[in-house]
């Protein structure tokens, strides 16, 4: 065993890879034999240990004991660790791991590094109720109903990787297969022809590093365009962005143009920039430069601000430099919105990886900017930073968190004939067709721009969560995830009187906002993911897959089908159009996306359908009434289609004499909006619920809603519309007349009418 240890590190460290040691069974004596090889090949050297449970941890204590420079963290932590480094990683998975733990925690290794994972006996691995299953079992389930296929297929990975050995209680059962011939990295040159200093370019560690800051330096000097870098985790992305901010400051003390030169830098999350921050001023301190941190959010040095923001913040700033990181983690909306911050962006995105798949930025998002831009510059860096390029673990996680999944080559022009629909167990795709599996799974990421391991975990494991497929000769064009939810029982009462239950996210919001219970005990499919193949949108695929699903839902004796997601205009036409019904709306945006969670549905059965008119009707006087707050915040268009979606109905407008000549005064003589709100507000709302209404542009409905129903400040609308604020109050006084003619008809004095406009008429004369 220990020759085979010592075997592993000289095979890490002769290609300045990783290899990962697997240690099943007693591992605690295996540990306390394979550790100290380690100990002496990698004295002084940082390890990191990471657990569910550190109090009592019998490897904590041995740890202790060696001249290693040790950190214990909790499996909670691993996000935080992104961006760290360690030349050991120890996990302890004898309770299994999250995927997306496991992800994060193996690229925070550099090379030549070893990685130990701790677990029960092979067979029991596959086999254990895991961390996993802790997190998403939901009722009725219990954690014996979960599948045990995760484990199963990572064991499989495993046995398959040249550069994992596994040991079980003392014998070895898998041994590395060392690698012949070292892939050499690529020599660093730096240019002759740059703008940045030298120092800051020998602190590039790879040939692509040094590239982009040369190109990054040709944008500068243009003073405008856009820089799209992409690549997989791991290259340097984010160190290489904070070199070239410290770089800009330090040309900037030859250039008299700027006083201070504004960056702000985006990013999902704080933490997905930490790196980006410190190396920052790790290029500051090489170029002899002072640089004060005014709070976690800011840095400043001689000539430069850099600031953080939300992606949903972001797009209300200005800036002399955007940077935006992650960018296929934040939705196109904002992505498109933040090209006019600045007039210099950097649009810096994992290809593949946890925090989303740059896939779908380039397809979608990338095609809009090429026709947009003119100065458009793109690198992909490929040469990791920490380890060689064919590091061998890098392969392994690849496999088996499907990072590498991509949807099939297809033809977008091909005549779709005779489309299939099948429902796919997941057993049989992880260990009878791993391309399909792939395939199915590259149609999701592509399609999705949050994305990441536990979403395969699930799929894996979940008793509840099924899969279904359009196949078009023998290849998939579409993929559904779905989630069993209802048939409740006497939960659904405990729900109702406040009990929470993880999962059935839809009966949850009925049975919570419309109190409900009844409904819990109805059975229902929630639909997680919809995608369609990328190379096939807009032909009416996802519409077919839907038809398809309703009709085995509907023969299975189901009484609804629904789904949640993140509002848009565009999401909401696709679930519209095919008939579905919006019940309830967050009443709080997400405050990364600026999205509002929507939940829509489609009753199956006759006595379902009793249930959601009711809801429904429901929904429509609550979003009305809460357009001035919560959802103060919901773009214009958005709210319109909600609004237009409602089925209207005859609807009485009650209003006292006062109020009625309040309207008029408004509509024709010299009252304000200001001074008429109230009345102005009965009437844009009767207006959207009722089925009697005047005709309206597009443009009249829009400013009706955001200046009368979310009584938006003008100047928001400014910015909103794009027009100035005088045409808009004219439009919107024009728009209350045309409502008073229609619902005053009748009621108010048409001379009276006349004289008042010829009044209202020489007061502006004389202004």
């Known amino acids: ?66 001249d290693m420079e ?133 602190l590039c560690l790879t040939s692509d590093q040094v590239n982009f800051l040369s190109m990054s330096g040709d944008i500068l000097k243009r003073r405008r ?16 962005l904070g070199l070239m901010l410290a770089a800009i400051s330090k040309y900037l003390e030859r250039n008299e143009k700027y006083e201070t030169f504004n960056v702000n830098v985006t990013s999902p999350r704080l933490r997905n920039v930490l790196e980006l921050f410190r190396f920052f001023k790790r290029g500051c301190k090489k170029l002899g430069m002072e640089f004060r941190e005014k709070s976690k959010n800011e840095i400043t040095s001689e000539r430069i601000r850099i600031e953080y923001l939300s992606p949903n913040e972001v797009r209300f700033s200005r800036a002399d430099l955007l940077i935006v990181d992650e960018a296929a983690s934040i939705p196109i909306k904002l992505l498109l919105a933040s090209l006019k911050v600045s007039p210099i962006v950097f649009y810096s995105t994992t290809i593949h990886g946890y925090e989303g798949c740059g896939r779908v930025f380039q397809i979608r998002f990338l095609e809009k900017l090429r026709k947009k831009t003119s100065n458009f510059l793109e690198y992909e860096m ?12 890098e392969k392994f996680l690849f496999r088996v968190l499907l990072l590498d999944a991509e949807p099939p080559d297809i033809d977008p022009e091909i005549n779709l004939g005779d489309i299939r629909y099948e429902r796919v167990k997941i057993e049989n795709l992880l ?12 149609i999701f990421i592509n399609a999705h721009y949050r994305n990441n391991p536990n979403d395969f975990g ?51 919001r009925v049975i919570k906002h419309y109190r409900i219970p009844e409904f819990g005990r109805f059975k229902g499919k929630r639909i997680v993911r919809i995608a369609v193949h990328p190379s096939l949108f807009g032909r009416g ?99 319109l289609k909600i609004l237009s979606s409602f089925k209207t109905r005859d609807e009485k407008l009650e209003m006292s004499e006062i109020q009625w000549k309040r309207f008029f005064a408004y509509a024709f003589s010299s009252l304000t909006l200001e001074t008429c709100r109230d009345v102005a ?51 919107l006084r024009e728009t209350i007349r045309k409502l008073a003619e229609y619902y005053g008809n009748g009621i108010y004095d048409k001379e009276e009418r006349k004289k008042m406009l010829q009044y209202r008429r020489l007061i502006r004369d004389r202004k």
């Open 541 to 639: 695929i996802g519409s077919k897959a839907l038809k398809f699903l309703e009709n085995e839902l509907r023969d299975n004796g189901y009484d609804w089908v629904g789904a949640s997601f993140g509002a848009t205009p565009k999401l909401l036409n696709f679930w519209l159009r095919n008939n579905y019904r919006i019940i309830h709306i967050s009443p709080m945006e997400n405050p990364v996306t600026g999205e509002f969670s929507t939940i829509v549905i489609k009753p199956l059965s006759d006595n379902c359908k009793k249930y959601l008119d009711m809801v429904e009707d429901e929904f429509r006087i609550k979003f009305i009434d809460s357009l001035v707050d919560p959802y103060f915040n919901l773009e214009t268009d958005l709210a």
């Open 1 to 66: 065993m220990l020759d085979e240890v010592k075997k592993c590190i000289l095979d890490a460290k002769r290609n300045k890879e990783r290899r990962l040691i697997v240690l099943a069974g007693n591992a605690r004596e295996m540990f306390k034999l394979c550790i100290n090889p380690i100990e002496r090949e990698f004295k002084g050297k940082k390890l990191c240990f990471v657990s569910s449970e550190l109090n009592g941890n019998a490897f904590v204590e041995i740890l202790r004991n060696t």
């Open 681 to 731: 507000y009965k009437i844009a709302r009767h207006y959207f619920l009722s089925n009697k209404k005047p005709r309206l542009s597009r443009l009249q409905e829009e400013i009706l809603i955001a200046k009368v129903l979310q009584a938006k400040p003008w100047s928001y609308l400014r910015k909103e519309f794009k027009k100035k604020s005088t045409f808009l109050m004219v439009e």
């Open 225 to 240: 365009g856009v820089f799209v870098l992409t690549s997989h985790r791991g290259r340097g992305k984010s160190s290489v």
């Open 382 to 393: 490929t040469e990791p930073i920490r380890y060689s390029k064919d590091d061998e673990i």
């Open 431 to 442: 260990f009878r067709n791993e391309k399909l599996l792939k395939e199915i799974f590259g």
């Open 70 to 202: 040790c950190e214990f963290f909790h499996y909670d932590a691993s996000e935080d660790l992104l961006g760290t480094t360690f030349d050991i990683l120890v996990m302890d998975m004898r309770l299994g791991v999250l995927p997306n733990d496991f992800g994060r925690l193996i690229s925070i290794v550099r090379g030549p590094g070893i990685i130990l994972l701790l677990v029960p006996e092979m067979e029991k691995f596959k086999n254990i109720i895991t961390l996993l299953h802790k997190k998403f079992v939901v009722y009725p389930y219990e954690f014996e109903d979960a599948r045990r296929n995760f484990n199963r297929w990572f064991v499989e990975k495993l046995f398959e990787s040249r550069g994992v050995a596994i040991f079980e209680n003392g014998e070895i059962i898998k041994r590395i297969t060392p690698k012949k011939k070292s892939v050499l990295r690529e020599k660093i040159e730096i240019p002759e022809d740059r703008i940045f200093d030298r120092k800051i370019y020998k």
């Open 458 to 508: 699930v799929i894996c494991d979940a008793p509840h969560h099924s899969i279904r497929i359009l196949k078009f000769k023998n290849i998939p064009i579409a993929s559904i995830q779905l989630a069993e939810e209802g048939s409740l029982g006497e939960v659904a009462y405990e729900m109702y009187l406040g009990r929470i239950y993880s999962g059935n996210l839809i009966p949850d």
